[in-house]
């Protein structure tokens, strides 16, 4: 059950939060679930959100050592994008992340409404097209 700033049955939020604790190299993330609380199994919601969750921490292999771009820095394949500041707004997101190892990488758009216009650089960097999770627009 969604209860706003308490808890979120959102399996694609549980995702990109997997997914950035991955690409923000060495931050833990944590899962919790109203289940373990009552050390109870977990409902059809809870499991979903818990099995979206590890995917996301799984975005990359675990061997994998990941180095941190913010959109716009020095050599992040996020070259730039429009970025929505303060509400929503169409075609915009609000941040993207991105984590490389070699030449691939994974970017993580944030609040991605429309067609953010993500602008990728750094050639050989995107070697495929995005892959999104299930109503899940901000992974790739």
Same mark, same amino acid.
């Given at each position: 059950?969604?209860?706003?700033?308490?808890?979120? @049955?959102?399996?694609?939020?549980?995702?990109?939060?997997?997914? %950035?604790?991955?690409?923000?190299?060495?931050? +833990?993330?944590?899962?919790? %679930?109203?289940?373990?609380?009552?050390?109870?199994?977990?409902?059809?919601?809870?499991?979903?959100? #818990?099995?979206?969750?590890?995917?996301?921490?799984?975005?990359?292999?675990?061997?994998?050592?990941?180095?941190?771009?913010? #959109?716009?820095?020095?050599?992040?394949?996020?070259?730039?994008?429009?970025?929505?500041?303060?509400?929503?707004?169409?075609? +915009?997101?609000?941040? @993207?992340?991105?984590?490389?190892?070699?030449?691939?990488?994974?970017?993580?758009?944030?609040?991605?409404?429309?067609?953010?216009?993500?602008?990728?650089?750094?050639?050989?960097?995107? +070697?495929?097209?995005?892959?999104?999770?299930?109503?899940?627009?901000?992974?790739?």
């Amino acid at each position: 059950m969604n209860e706003p700033g308490r808890r979120n @049955a959102n399996p694609s939020i549980h995702f990109t939060l997997g997914a %950035l604790s991955r690409v923000f190299q060495g931050s +833990a993330g944590t899962f919790h %679930l109203e289940a373990g609380l009552h050390c109870t199994i977990p409902g059809p919601v809870q499991q979903a959100c #818990a099995e979206a969750f590890i995917a996301g921490t799984r975005i990359v292999p675990d061997d994998v050592t990941l180095r941190f771009y913010n #959109a716009g820095w020095q050599d992040s394949p996020v070259v730039s994008a429009r970025f929505a500041e303060g509400e929503p707004k169409p075609n +915009a997101c609000v941040r @993207a992340y991105s984590g490389v190892w070699g030449n691939q990488g994974v970017v993580v758009a944030l609040g991605v409404i429309g067609d953010p216009g993500i602008v990728y650089g750094q050639a050989g960097r995107v +070697a495929r097209p995005p892959r999104f999770w299930p109503n899940c627009r901000g992974c790739r």
